[in-house]
């Protein structure tokens, strides 16, 4: 948890993008996390963090609601190509839903959103000790943008 609080501040700090994270995946139009309100803990994970080896930080889907109205989202997260999480949720304005992944293995999450077709986001599978994320953006019109990042620490 301090990991991640500590990436969260650096990240406010030094931008994103500026030596701390990189980015693999982009749209520049995207809002920054910082402009959405979200909670330091995660909606729904799968698996536990005693699922990890030691020194393997976990990976996490950020879904954000970027629009001025509740959204209902269907969201599915597929491991190694089994049905792990299927979720429908109410997502408020400006609000995001995270889910944390404790387990290796490839992801794939699946985003329908009010009639919206189905949205593909995958994650990579490199587990290793820095934090991978993929950030989701569910846009006002429906339309989905994603962005994959990455500490860059050092791994031992």
């Not at 990189?22 to 994970?45: F, G, I, K, M, V």
């Not at 408020?92 to 919206?116: A, C, D, R, W």
């Not at 820095?130 to 994959?148: D, K, R």
């Amino acid at each position: 948890m301090w990991r991640k609080l500590l990436l969260i501040s650096t990240l406010v700090v030094l931008g994103i993008g500026a030596g701390c994270t990189t980015l693999l995946d982009s749209d520049q139009n995207r809002p920054t996390p910082t402009e959405h309100e979200s909670s330091d803990r995660a909606n729904a994970s799968i698996g536990s963090p005693s699922d990890l080896p030691k020194n393997i930080e976990n990976h996490y889907y950020q879904i954000y609601n970027d629009d001025n109205t509740t959204r209902t989202m269907n969201i599915r997260v597929f491991q190694n190509r089994d049905l792990v999480l299927n979720r429908s949720i109410n997502l408020s304005p400006e609000n995001s839903y995270q889910i944390e992944l404790f387990q290796v293995g490839n992801y794939t999450l699946k985003i329908n959103s009010q009639g919206v077709p189905q949205h593909i986001v995958d994650a990579p599978d490199t587990f290793d000790c820095n934090t991978h994320f993929v950030e989701v953006n569910v846009l006002p019109n429906g339309s989905i943008t994603s962005e994959i990042g990455r500490t860059l620490l050092p791994c031992e």
